[in-house]
């Protein structure tokens, strides 16, 4: 049975000193917050996103803040050349790639009857799609360093569900199968697959909620801890998947989201 040094301490296995983490969706919201959370403990980090300007104030501000290399290219998640070239360019730059955080997602709502395919597709390609194909093209380059961590970022609809996001929902019920899955296929890889499932949090995502009273107070009844998730709140978990200090955890979801779907 592997066991922990009397010499490392606990601290110590949440350090990422000298890994890089390649972030999708990195230069906002959630994905932001989990960059920074991994760039404070040691890593460095590459941003992919679509939008380069956000991109490389992104960057800017974790070299400033935590002094480590943070790069970033633009990247479209559902277009197999972008997200190849994306890794390419990593392993360019750091030369391998430890963690892979999928965070890139968008959300589109409404009545089944008012959504069109379009609306559906482009839900998957980006949510779904785009994951897949990060964790294709960075699972070859793990298995030669025989390490790595994937996080994959799912939501509470992956276990639970609201009307008016059948899209939404569709995709992210299925990331956590795609983690699941991929989880058993490298597990004997030295690498970890997860998720992370967060409930309501303040994004550019959840404007539409965050701008209507009514539905922002009906979501606050919903959860019991009684309020929002502050993007923060994100880091703790992140890090911790990230890390060393999770190599015993495989296939597994995590929910962030206050006690909903606890009830």
Same mark, same amino acid.
């Given at each position: 049975?592997?066991q922990r040094s009397a010499q490392q301490s606990i601290l110590n296995l949440f350090r990422l000193h000298g890994?890089?983490?390649?972030?999708?969706?990195?230069?906002?919201?959630?994905?932001?917050?989990?960059? !920074?959370?991994?760039?404070?403990?040691?890593?460095?980090?590459?941003?992919?996103?679509?939008?380069?300007?956000?991109? !490389?104030?992104?960057?800017? @501000?974790?070299?400033?803040?935590?002094?480590?290399? $943070?790069? #970033?290219?633009?990247?479209?998640?559902?277009?197999?050349?972008?997200?190849?070239?994306?890794?390419?360019?990593?392993?360019?730059?750091?030369?391998?790639?430890?963690?892979?955080?999928?965070?890139?997602?968008?959300?589109?709502?409404?009545?089944i009857e008012t959504l069109s395919l379009d609306d559906f597709k482009k839900v998957q390609e980006v949510n779904?799609?785009?994951?897949?194909? %990060? $964790?294709?093209?960075?699972?070859?380059?793990? @298995? !030669?360093?025989?390490?790595?961590?994937?996080?994959?970022?799912? #939501?509470?609809?992956?276990?639970?569900?609201?009307?008016?996001?059948?899209?939404?929902?569709? #995709?992210?019920?299925?990331?956590? !199968? =795609?983690?699941?899955? =991929?989880?058993?296929?490298?597990?004997?890889?030295?690498?970890?697959?997860?998720?992370? =499932?967060?409930?309501? %949090?303040?994004?550019?995502?959840? *404007?539409? *909620?965050?701008?209507?009273?009514? @539905?922002?107070?009906? %979501?606050?009844?919903?959860?019991?801890?009684g309020r929002w998730g502050e993007l923060h709140e994100i880091g703790g978990i992140a890090l911790f998947l990230?890390?060393?200090?999770?190599?015993?955890?495989?296939?597994? $979801? %995590? #929910?962030?989201?206050?006690?909903?779907?606890?009830?």
């Amino acid at each position: 049975m592997e066991q922990r040094s009397a010499q490392q301490s606990i601290l110590n296995l949440f350090r990422l000193h000298g890994q890089t983490a390649l972030v999708t969706g990195g230069n906002r919201g959630l994905g932001l917050a989990m960059a !920074q959370a991994l760039a404070e403990a040691g890593a460095n980090i590459m941003i992919a996103a679509r939008d380069e300007a956000t991109n !490389q104030q992104a960057a800017e @501000k974790l070299r400033s803040l935590y002094g480590i290399e $943070c790069l #970033s290219t633009s990247c479209d998640v559902t277009n197999e050349e972008s997200v190849r070239a994306a890794v390419a360019q990593t392993i360019d730059q750091f030369g391998k790639i430890d963690v892979l955080v999928n965070s890139a997602g968008i959300n589109i709502r409404g009545a089944i009857e008012t959504l069109s395919l379009d609306d559906f597709k482009k839900v998957q390609e980006v949510n779904v799609t785009g994951t897949w194909l %990060f $964790c294709r093209e960075v699972t070859p380059i793990m @298995k !030669q360093h025989g390490y790595g961590r994937i996080i994959n970022m799912g #939501s509470m609809l992956a276990l639970t569900a609201l009307a008016e996001r059948t899209p939404y929902a569709t #995709s992210k019920g299925a990331i956590l !199968q =795609l983690t699941r899955a =991929l989880a058993m296929e490298v597990a004997k890889e030295g690498i970890t697959v997860n998720a992370i =499932l967060p409930g309501p %949090f303040a994004t550019e995502i959840n *404007l539409p *909620l965050l701008n209507d009273p009514e @539905k922002y107070q009906a %979501f606050i009844a919903k959860i019991p801890l009684g309020r929002w998730g502050e993007l923060h709140e994100i880091g703790g978990i992140a890090l911790f998947l990230a890390s060393p200090a999770s190599s015993y955890v495989t296939g597994a $979801c %995590f #929910s962030v989201d206050g006690g909903w779907v606890a009830q």
